[in-house]
């Protein structure tokens, strides 16, 4: 055998043991996974439950549409980001947020739920116009964009030149 071969032959084999090793790690991963549940802080259902109602002051029915092995998992998002005042993001731009985000889905629900949450927040109907209005403008864009494969490093580099312009401007 050539050396050139040996050589070939010797990392085909090397492959085959990285290839053999990485199956036989994922197969003890899986297996740890299928003995042993994985555990929530409080997966107790009826106990995520009772913080919904000191919460909310009721259990919507949203909550209910879970599986029990679910809901302290969804409820402990919402509360630790959504309802969560000392995050990065104030309420109302939250709120905002999300009602965009509904707009585009769309979703009769959301946008309902984020729009009562917004001005419970404190936004204007002007702000909620506003949101919905850059909802859709990012949308066309978007679809602008994607629709005529616009080069991605081409855009990226006249944003960047924008920006820089922009900035240099207001200096």
């Not at 000191?54 to 509360?79: H, N, Q, R, Y």
Request: proline share 4%.
């Amino acid at each position: 055998m050539s050396p050139e071969k040996a050589l070939r032959r010797e990392d085909e084999v090397l492959k085959s043991n990285r290839t053999l090793k990485s199956l036989v790690m994922a197969a003890g991963v899986g297996a740890l996974f299928a003995v042993a549940p994985a555990k929530a802080e409080d997966a107790s259902a009826s106990a995520a439950y009772k913080d919904i109602q000191a919460t909310l002051g009721s259990v919507p029915d949203m909550f209910k549409t879970l599986p029990d092995v679910a809901v302290a998992g969804a409820w402990a998002e919402i509360k630790g980001v959504q309802l969560n005042p000392k995050t990065a993001l104030d309420g109302k731009t939250k709120e905002l947020l999300g009602l965009a985000v509904a707009a585009q889905i769309p979703c009769q629900y959301c946008i309902y739920f984020h729009t009562e949450a917004a001005k419970l927040n404190g936004a204007s109907d002007e702000e909620i116009k506003e949101a919905v209005a850059m909802a859709a403008i990012v949308r066309h864009w978007s679809t602008m964009l994607n629709g005529s494969q616009v080069d991605l490093a081409t855009f990226k580099k006249q944003t960047d030149d924008v920006f820089a312009a922009v900035k240099a401007k207001s200096q």
